[in-house]
């Protein structure tokens, strides 16, 4: 059989922070990962195991001390052109519409005008924002807001996204449609995307929406457990799921408590 052919791939990446004095605090040892093509795959781990750290380093945006990362074939030194982040806070620019917002990251990229508007306006009908097009952040719930997080993200059209705890700010319900409306979009082709990461505190969630759910454990950070799920994304229930959120909420508290 063909091996699969990673879209990112980290290899023995190590990572320490310098905190408050000069002393270097090792944050993520020896990580092993890769996401392949088609596939979501979940982050799990205690509050500073090092879940953002590691997707941060993916997106760029912070290098790592040690190890390699490879994103769709290119070593990443410096922001990638082939990933987008969205964050818990939305993180969304409050002097600019709804528009501007999503259209930074293509203004950025350079594009011309009628390419900027063409490509904003289409994502912004995809997450269901054209009626709010020229309001601004402050005017909207936060449901909306995060779904110009979205928008701004896909825009660009990136090959992986990466989502850091995208939901969990949200109300449960206005959370869900939200998570549905991307699946929607991923399965149905109608964004570029190919993978995403998703990093979360919810066992639930992880296992509805994963492939592939990776447990990281702290001090310093180290995936210890990856799940995949086996049952197909369109024919996952909360019942049928229970045993693997059971599964794996038992080994994350296991391994909580080995290094409490
Ligand atoms: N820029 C930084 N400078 C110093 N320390 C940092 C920096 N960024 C992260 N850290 C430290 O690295 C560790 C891992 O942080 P990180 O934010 O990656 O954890 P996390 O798993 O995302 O946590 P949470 O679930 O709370 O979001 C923490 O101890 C944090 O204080
Ligand atoms: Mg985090």
């Known amino acids: 059989m063909k091996k699969r052919h990673p879209l990112v791939e980290m290899k023995n ?9 000069k002393q270097s605090i090792p944050v993520l040892e020896h990580i092993n990962f890769e996401v ?26 912070i290098d790592p001390d040690f190890g390699s990362i490879v994103c769709n074939d290119l070593p990443v030194n ?33 594009l011309n005008r009628e390419e900027i508007e063409r490509r904003t306006m289409r994502m912004i009908e995809l997450i ?16 909306m807001r995060q779904r110009v997080g ?9 090959k992986l996204m990466l989502l850091d705890e995208p939901f969990s700010a949200l109300d449960v ?7 549905q409306d991307l699946m929607d979009l991923w399965e149905q082709r109608k964004i570029a995307t190919r993978s995403m990461i998703l990093v979360t505190h919810s066992v639930e969630e992880a296992v509805m ?19 995949t799920i086996d049952i197909p994304r369109a024919e996952r229930t909360r ?3 229970q045993a693997w959120v059971n599964r794996i909420r038992d080994t994350l508290n296991e391994k909580i408590a080995m290094t409490a």
């Open 13 to 21: 990446v190590s990572k320490s922070f310098c905190k408050g004095s």
């Open 36 to 61: 392949y093509d088609n596939e979501v795959v979940s982050l799990l781990g205690r509050s500073g195991s090092g879940k953002s750290t590691l997707i941060r380093m993916i997106s760029g945006l």
């Open 78 to 110: 410096g922001p990638c052109r082939d990933t987008s982040m969205v964050f818990q806070s939305f993180a969304l620019f409050p002097w600019l519409t709804v528009f501007n917002n999503v259209a930074f990251g293509l203004q950025a990229a350079g």
């Open 128 to 143: 269901g924002l054209t009626e709010y097009a020229n309001a601004y952040p402050k005017e909207l719930s936060g449901g």
């Open 150 to 158: 979205f928008a701004r993200a896909l825009a660009i059209e990136p």
């Open 173 to 179: 319900f206005t959370g869900q449609k939200l998570r």
């Open 209 to 227: 929406l994963s492939d592939r759910v990776c447990l990281l454990t702290s001090d310093p950070g180290t995936i210890t457990d990856i799940f």
């Open 239 to 241: 019942d049928n799921t």
